[in-house]
């Protein structure tokens, strides 16, 4: 297979996780990367090892070498950077949220599909292979008839008024914060497992610190707990620290999820339960090998990761065999596999998230806001 260059857009936390997962593909370069400035850029080249480094990622973008381009950035310049990436011919996996809203997405699909580029928004988590698992348990109706979906995604990262990070502004983020960073996970991969629609929806939300306390110098993602009073000054907030969303799925489906980076003690808590008229399932991110298979008249059921015991398709999903654990690391690889045989050759299969799926969860997101205005149900065409 020819080796590909790619460009990294974006040197935060997501850019650093983007970078190691190319690099597992063997046949793909990280031939640049672009950051905020030129100190940031070249700090992320010493410590990942990237000769090239920029603060002006046309740069890289205008380099005819170069293929496609990972868009890491905060989300208010994803459509941007896309859309010039798109204009010079480039392949293109964004980070999600596709867009700041689903006007911005459909622009950057429609560009995406005139330039016949190859587009992925990264939805990775659908990529464990358990879950996997899970979608041909329910395309084989083991499941029966979907009744119930149910969930959340916790994390306590921002539990405190002393942290902080881009996602908190709405002029870098867009008007919704853990519902639409977390919570984007969460109705995308509900919707992936059943093969489902959301058609209505209900949603509320809080903003708990309406005050925080902002770093005088930027900080990784994550980041920020050692910081010392002297180095913070008080900002007023505008994005949801909490959410919880009621949903229709399909015809008959009923759910509820809940979104929150502040709860204490759930690092990176992506629970999600689908029930139907013959079993249930639960999956929890903290705990990624495992599956629950509950039972009516008989014992429930644990399944741990293993290949060999994985349904038809699954089974490509798991490169280590059983007992050998499978993570987060290890669904952006899939991902990027999935695009990258797609750029080396038209003909690849689309087995990815694309910026169809990122218009879909931006018109959600948009609904989403539309229900806490209004204060009411919303119906999803």
Not at 102 to 108: G, I, K, L, R, T
Not at 301 to 314: S, T
Request: hydrophobic share 40%; aromatic share 8%.
């Amino acid at each position: 297979m020819r080796k590909i260059k790619t460009a990294v857009i974006g040197a935060g936390f997501m850019g650093k996780v983007h970078t190691e997962g190319i690099r597992r593909l063997g046949n793909v370069e990280v031939a640049g990367v672009a950051a905020v400035s030129k100190e940031e850029a070249e700090q992320f080249g010493r410590t990942m090892h990237v000769e090239r480094t920029t603060d002006n990622y046309m740069e890289l973008i205008e380099d005819p070498e170069i293929e496609a381009v990972h868009v890491c950035t905060p989300n208010v310049l994803h459509a941007p950077v896309t859309k010039a990436a798109i204009e010079a011919g480039k392949h293109v996996l964004c980070e999600k949220p596709l867009a700041m809203n689903a006007a911005e997405a459909e622009e950057m699909l429609k560009l995406a599909r005139k330039k016949r580029i190859v587009h992925c928004v990264n939805h990775n988590l659908r990529y464990y292979p358990v879950l996997q698992h899970v979608r041909q348990m329910i395309a084989a109706g083991e499941l029966g008839e979907i009744l119930v979906v149910q969930g959340t995604y916790s994390q306590d990262w921002l539990l405190y008024d002393t942290d902080y990070n881009w996602r908190l502004e709405s002029k870098e983020n867009g008007p919704l914060r853990a519902l639409a960073d977390i919570g984007s996970h969460w109705m995308d991969l509900v919707q992936h497992l059943t093969g489902l629609r959301i058609t209505a929806l209900c949603a509320d939300m809080e903003t708990f610190h309406k005050k925080r306390k902002k770093p005088k110098r930027a900080i990784e993602t994550f980041a920020g707990k050692k910081l010392k009073p002297e180095d913070y000054k008080e900002v007023r907030i505008d994005t949801d620290d909490f959410g919880m969303v009621l949903l229709h799925l399909g015809r008959r489906a009923r759910g509820a999820y809940t979104v929150s980076q502040v709860n204490a003690g759930c690092k990176n808590r992506f629970q999600i339960e689908i029930f139907g008229t013959k079993a249930g399932v639960i999956w929890n991110q903290e705990m990624p090998d495992q599956l629950w298979i509950g039972h009516r008249n008989e014992p429930n059921e644990w399944l741990v990761k293993d290949p060999a015991l994985l349904m038809g398709p699954a089974a490509g999903f798991a490169d280590l065999p059983g007992g050998h654990s499978e993570g987060y690391d290890d669904a952006h690889k899939q991902v990027y596999k999935r695009f990258y045989a797609r750029v080396a050759d038209p003909k690849a299969p689309v087995d990815y998230p694309t910026f169809e799926d990122g218009l879909w969860g931006m018109k959600l997101l948009d609904k989403i806001l539309e229900s806490y205005k209004t204060r009411s149900w919303v119906k999803v065409k």
